[in-house]
């Protein structure tokens, strides 16, 4: 198993441009997670996903868009990309909604 | 959501030294609690985690975590740490209340001198 994978791992974007960062899991998770990781702030949940075609936000979801067409792929859009985006995304899964959590690799992303 | 506290921001220790981590959550209700480590350039794995049962919990590399209900507490401990033991720690609870949506601590940073 691959696990999480997440691509790209890193991107440097112009304020204004739009990008997708892609997650997948061959886990057969039902439930995926999107996360931004700051520094000294811990990471906070921007999106999560229940199960294909169900998405709701997290603590964090301004300025971000979701889909879940499948059980394997959850990506993140960011659509008008401005500085305060700069971070580390991490994408997550886990097969109940309190069970544990795996983390894909990251990417990171800085908005100039 | 509910928040977690996490008390040192930066932890440096020599190899063999013990170590304890701080780990505190407001939710007075039924919950679940994770640590999770961060090495070097790498993604969060789970080093240890409590649902129910005994308070004191096993996880890999000699890691043990002491779940204080009382205390809404959830150490993490290690008698003596390894060079390799150098990451950033997290805690995160998640909760029934909060539809299992897991919580973060901001997180310690854990340097061992060798």
């Known amino acids: 198993n691959a696990g999480v994978t997440q691509t790209p791992k890193f991107r440097i974007l112009k304020i204004g441009q739009s990008m997708t960062l892609q997650c997948t899991q061959d886990?057969?998770?039902?439930?995926m997670y999107w996360y931004r990781q700051d520094p000294g702030m811990g990471l906070k949940l921007i999106y999560y996903?229940?199960?294909?075609?169900?998405?709701d936000k997290g603590e964090v979801p301004n300025g971000y868009n979701v889909s879940r067409s499948t059980t394997e792929d959850f990506p993140l859009r960011l659509e008008l990309a401005a500085p305060s985006q700069t971070s580390v995304y991490f994408c997550?899964?886990?097969?109940?909604?309190?069970?544990?959590?795996?983390f894909g690799p990251g990417t990171r992303l800085t908005v100039l | 959501a509910q928040s977690v506290s996490q008390h040192n921001h930066h932890v440096i220790l020599s190899e063999a030294a013990s170590l304890e981590l701080g780990c505190n959550y407001s939710?007075?209700?039924?919950?679940?609690l994770f640590w999770y480590v961060q090495y070097p350039g790498q993604h969060l794995q789970l080093l240890l985690k409590?649902?129910?049962?005994?308070?004191l919990v096993k996880g890999i590399k000699g890691f043990e975590a002491e779940f204080i209900k009382s205390k809404f507490s959830f150490n993490l401990r290690k008698p003596s740490v390894q060079w390799s033991d150098t990451a950033e720690y997290f805690c995160?609870?998640?909760?029934?209340?909060?539809?299992?949506?897991?919580?973060f601590g901001a997180g310690t940073t854990v340097t061992v001198r060798a």
């Open positions: 997550a899964s886990s097969r109940r909604e309190n069970n544990e959590q795996f």
């Open positions: 886990m057969n998770h039902n439930y």
């Open positions: 996903s229940v199960g294909a075609g169900i998405t």
């Open positions: 939710y007075g209700g039924t919950v679940n």
């Open positions: 409590y649902f129910s049962g005994d308070p």
């Open positions: 995160a609870v998640n909760a029934l209340k909060d539809d299992y949506k897991l919580s």
